[in-house]
């Protein structure tokens, strides 16, 4: 009876989870297509240089204890508004820090409006800090109907300001104001629709015990952090801020999707998984279950945008953005090995080896930056093309431990990776062959065409093949519908 419950509050989680990401990232990414239209390539190029610092320094702030918070068994009121009001200081530091270095980093981009446009956009550490608390709460309670409603009331305010101050010729403050706008309106509905509140309670002794988890994540994401943002710091200081800007809108189309899908396994999974530590034959059970439905999802979405990418840009940013697709298409690959990931690491932190978490990320990274140094000595295609070849070499090095901890083994990962790979794969090829073929016809015409004939393929390749996901996608349907 335990096991079901469980098993119905993870499908429950797994619901709302995506649809949060999928309301939320389907609101911002309208907003952004309309920003698109009205802003300059170089213009986001300048938020993209800035983002990548708050990234950074969020990682100081947020990383590692919202996480122990999630893989502690008893964790209590003492435990959260602990780690609340410790963040919030990091969060003061950080600013302080942000705040000293904008003219720093305005001198050496060449761009002086970087400076007061770092120093108000870094006060998204503060909320982002409480928001950090509260999702963490959500993960661990599968709250995650409050916060679908709130990231979606969120997304929505945001969108709507920065479209506004868009029109109304704010230029880059248009998205600096999108961004200031989302976490201060996220935190405050999230007081509302989750039932967790910060209260007088702080003890150090807490912090210290779950420092003790949490530093190695801590670390493990600041290198992912720095080492994922490297190329955008290069990319604004070698080259341009419009081709930073062209970068970025090109990974955020296979972002959105790899992102949605990837944050609700994460945000599902790592508490399921906890839950079930000392059971590894469960773990690896939805281990399995995780990699073979994500891959069913987020494959066929991947190499379908892959296929319809010019069209697509075409379609909806306009002809000046072309020079995104190279980047789209790149990052779509690297994308596709995101189930295999996050899966992976998910169940090593579960199982309370955040040491061997840190360890695989200094591995990868190591690798990271091999590929970037050779990457650098070419062309910017070259550097982005071989981050996507060791984002593939990263499976092997994260499913790794899982063949000792859960008798995973990756060649058994990639076993259940098949199967909907190659239908991705045949599917993409006939979306660009019709794109090709239509060259001649309306750009809204071919983009319509090719999706619906991408989803008739795979779907009809699903079922002729009885793929075992999509039959047990069918089963849940139909289970939901008579429930």
Avoid at 118 to 130: D, E, M, N, Q, Y
Avoid at 135 to 150: D, M, N
Avoid at 202 to 207: A, W
Wanted: overall charge positive.
């Amino acid at each position: 009876m335990a096991d079901t419950n469980m098993k119905q509050k993870v499908a429950r989680g797994l619901f709302w989870k995506i649809l949060e990401n999928g309301g939320a990232q389907g609101i911002q990414f309208a907003a952004a297509i309309i920003l698109a239209r009205l802003l300059s390539p170089a213009e986001y190029g300048v938020v993209g240089i800035i983002m990548i610092f708050i990234t950074i320094a969020n990682v100081f702030v947020q990383n590692g204890f919202s996480t122990a918070l999630v893989q502690k068994k008893n964790a209590d009121e003492t435990d959260f508004s602990s780690v609340c009001y410790f963040e919030l200081a990091a969060a003061l530091i950080m600013y302080g820090l942000l705040y000293g270095a904008a003219g720093p980093i305005a001198r050496f981009y060449g761009i002086e409006e970087l400076k007061p446009i770092v120093r108000v956009l870094a006060a998204v550490l503060f909320p982002g800090a409480v928001i950090s608390v509260q999702t963490a709460y959500v993960s661990r309670t599968l709250e995650f109907k409050g916060l679908f409603l709130s990231t979606l009331a969120a997304s929505a305010v945001s969108g709507a300001v920065s479209i506004w101050m868009a029109f109304r010729g704010w230029g880059v403050w248009a998205m600096v104001g999108q961004q200031m706008v989302y976490y201060v309106s996220l935190m405050a509905v999230l007081f509302v629709t989750v039932s967790w509140k910060p209260r007088r309670l702080f003890s150090m002794n807490r912090i210290g015990g779950m420092f003790s988890f949490g530093w190695k994540l801590l670390c493990a994401s600041l290198l992912d952090t720095i080492f994922n943002n490297l190329y955008g710091l290069l990319i604004g200081k070698i080259y341009n801020e419009e081709l930073l800007g062209s970068y970025n809108r090109g990974e955020q189309f296979p972002k959105l999707i790899a992102g949605n899908l990837g944050a609700a396994i994460q945000a599902v999974l790592l508490p399921a998984f906890s839950a079930r530590q000392e059971n590894m034959d469960q773990v690896r059970h939805m281990a399995r279950r995780a990699i073979r439905i994500s891959s069913f999802a987020v494959l066929p979405m991947l190499l379908g945008l892959f296929g319809v990418a010019d069209t697509l840009v075409c379609a909806l940013l306009g002809d000046k953005w072309l020079v995104c697709v190279p980047f789209l298409r790149i990052m779509c690959i690297a994308y596709c090995f995101w189930p295999i990931h996050i899966t992976n690491l998910q169940a090593i932190n579960a199982m309370g080896r955040s040491d061997i978490f840190l360890k695989l990320e200094i591995v990868k990274k190591t690798l990271s930056l091999l590929a970037l140094i050779i990457g650098m000595n070419y062309s910017v295609y070259v550097m982005v093309g071989l981050k996507a070849f060791q984002d593939f070499l990263c499976t092997f090095i994260n499913g790794a431990p899982n063949r000792r901890l859960l008798k995973y083994s990756i060649f058994r990962q990639w076993m259940d990776v098949m199967p909907p790979a190659v239908l991705s794969f045949v599917m993409c090829a006939v979306v660009m062959i019709l794109g090709s073929v239509m060259a001649a016809v309306s750009v809204w015409i071919r983009l319509l065409v090719q999706i619906a004939a991408g989803i008739f393929v795979y779907v009809f390749l699903a079922w002729a093949f009885k793929m075992e996901s999509f039959r047990y996608l069918l089963r849940l349907v139909k289970e939901r519908k008579h429930s």
